[in-house]
């Protein structure tokens, strides 16, 4: 009898096999909730008014003539919830029967569908600061431009920025303390260039030339006193003139101060995201559908300074 030989039994040999493992997409860690002062008397409807109350005026007085009354400036900021969004899929009897994947497949609905809510939430906030702003101008307050295009060339950002940041925050009288920037990979990628074109012995810099600039999402050091972090969820695609200096396809990198009680952004989560799901008898099949509401807003205008760096220099 003849043995066991490859040629001989290739009926016997799988030639195509399947693992046992699914590959997930990799996921960026987020943070932007933090930055988001929550309102929380807010029982229902979905439109909040929170009234504002202006400076003291001063005035000369004149000994013996009568003083001047002046009411203080008041104001009404307006809150709205204005997102609704659900994430949905399904799973039929049949798929359920025939895959092999089908607890992996099935397990993984509901935590994918959280996430790419808390993805929409996390480009909302870090997105309403500039919209916030009027686009193509220079928002200036007191004196300093709080909207401009990034002074290196070809509108990347360039160290001078973090300072011009740091100027338009003082003189709005934002406190110089816990100052974030949270900017684009590609200024990280700028800076790091940067560092390496002007490196001159400094510790500071020969460790970004050693290391890089950043551990994760964070860079491993203060630029100018602001912790900068980057994140791929900052508003982009921006086409914009300001000040005669445009970008095409522009980021908005955002710089505040994240001290509590003067956070620059609001937001409320009327529905946090809720998870549903039922057999369609129907259509043979399980349903699972996720939803939330949520709104986010610019709430202190002072607190907010945005660089426009455009992302396609990078080479």
């Known amino acids: ?93 049949k798929m359920k029967q025939d895959t092999f994947y089908m607890s992996r497949l099935v397990g993984s609905f509901v935590p994918k569908q959280a996430r790419v809510i808390a993805e929409a939430m996390e480009e909302d906030v870090l997105a309403v600061g500039p919209d916030g702003q009027t686009a193509s101008d220079l928002n200036a307050i007191n004196g300093a431009n709080h909207r401009f295009v990034g002074g290196g060339t070809n509108e990347v950002m360039a160290l001078n920025d973090f300072a011009l940041a740091k100027y338009a925050l003082r003189k709005a009288n934002v406190p110089m303390t816990n100052l974030i920037a949270i900017v684009d990979p590609s200024v990280e990628f700028e800076l790091s260039t940067l560092v390496t074109t002007t490196y001159d012995a400094n510790p500071y810099w020969e460790r970004i030339v050693q290391d890089g600039m950043s551990t994760g999402m964070r860079f491993f050091n203060t630029i100018y006193g602001f912790d900068v972090y980057v994140s791929d969820f900052l508003k982009s695609g921006i086409a914009e003139t300001v000040n005669s200096v445009t970008t095409t396809v522009g980021v908005a990198n955002i710089f505040f101060s994240a001290t509590q009680d003067i956070l620059p952004f609001v937001g409320n989560v009327r529905q946090a995201p809720k998870v549903d799901s039922e057999y369609n008898k129907d259509l043979q099949r399980e349903e699972y559908v996720t939803t939330a509401r949520w709104g986010y807003k610019l709430y202190r205008p002072e607190n907010i300074v945005t660089v426009l760096t455009d992302t396609d220099k990078v080479a």
Do not use: C
């Open 1 to 93: 009898m003849a043995g066991f030989t490859t040629s001989a039994n290739e009926h016997l040999i799988r030639s195509n096999l399947w693992s046992t493992q699914i590959k997930e997409t990799l996921e960026e860690e987020l943070f932007a909730q933090q930055y988001v002062d929550m309102i929380t008397d807010f029982p229902d409807g979905d439109t909040l008014n929170i009234p504002s109350l202006g400076q003291a005026e001063i005035r000369d007085y004149v000994e013996g003539q009568s003083v001047t009354y002046t009411a203080m400036d008041t104001g009404n900021f307006t809150f709205t919830i204005t997102e609704y969004k659900a994430s949905a899929t399904y799973i039929t009897e």
